[in-house]
């Protein structure tokens, strides 16, 4: 299967052809969806590994400011830790959900040029359906005294004509086809994608710049190899070194 590479909206239009191309590959999408779901998967360990301390100590165990103002980063942290995971997982979900929207779309695409082909009209670049040549004014029928030859000229003339008028019907038949499944593949990426794209949960730390006094955001990322990014163990985020410049977002 060729697929154009793009984001699934906003084609091209003109009035000389019809573009059935459907934008974006379903192979790339899922493979984008794979690697979401890794992430997912160490988000959602490292939510539950977050709640197990805390049930190993209770208040005989350590009590007072410190440990109310521990537990409470505890939680809110893992809190966010659970909600991105959360959300996460149904990103992983819409991208292969919007690999298979592209499959289905790419189909009715499919089944368009092969009626268009049926109709008598030409496909360029593959996915190009071309408008017909315009009809014209009808042929002038001869005298009923005109030879035979004359008469089977009109009538094959005649046919062209209307073969032409049919054509163009044809045309704009496909046109409309092409864009209801447009506006279908649109109606689905508004309603399952921009609407989770527009919702993200908060995010993690924000740690203090010391150059500017201020602080800037940097969810779980080492950067002592900024070559590759890695997730640094929760112990190591919540030690003293970690915490004493940082806060919860």
């Known amino acids: 299967m060729s697929l154009i590479s793009g984001n699934g ?31 997912y998967d160490v988000l959602h360990d490292a939510s ?17 400011m410190t440990a109310n103002a521990y537990w409470e980063a505890i939680n809110t942290f893992e809190k966010r830790t659970r909600d991105n995971a959360n959300y996460i997982y149904e990103v ?3 991208l292969r959900a919007y690999a298979q929207q592209l499959d289905y779309h790419y189909r009715d695409m499919e089944t368009i040029r092969t009626n268009a ?3 008598g009209l030409t ?17 002038t029928a001869p005298p009923v005294t ?9 009538r094959v003339e005649l046919a062209e ?10 045309y704009d038949g496909l046109s409309r086809e092409t864009q209801l499944v447009r506006d279908d593949l649109d109606d689905w990426v508004r309603k399952h994608l921009l609407n989770l794209q527009a919702n993200p949960p908060k995010g993690f730390l924000s740690y203090l710049d010391e150059s500017t006094h201020t602080y800037v955001e940097r969810p779980w990322r080492d950067t002592s190899n900024r ?12 030690d003293r070194k970690h915490l004493s410049r940082a806060h919860l977002i």
């Open 92 to 94: 992983w979900n819409a």
């Open 123 to 139: 496909i360029a670049n593959d996915y190009d359906i071309l408008a017909p040549e315009p009809a014209g004014t009808p042929p």
């Open 227 to 238: 070559r590759r990014w890695r997730l640094l163990p929760f112990v190591q985020l919540l």
């Open 9 to 39: 909206s906003s084609p091209e239009f003109s009035t000389s052809s019809i573009d059935t191309r459907i934008y974006g590959n379903p192979e790339e999408i899922r493979d984008a969806a794979a690697k979401v779901y890794e992430l």
């Open 161 to 170: 004509h209307q073969f032409q008028i049919q054509k163009a019907i044809d």
């Open 48 to 64: 539950y590994d977050m709640a197990l301390p805390h049930a190993h100590y209770t208040e005989y165990y350590w009590s007072g």
């Open 117 to 119: 082909l049926r109709c």
């Open 146 to 154: 005109a030879p035979m030859r004359d008469q089977d000229l009109y």
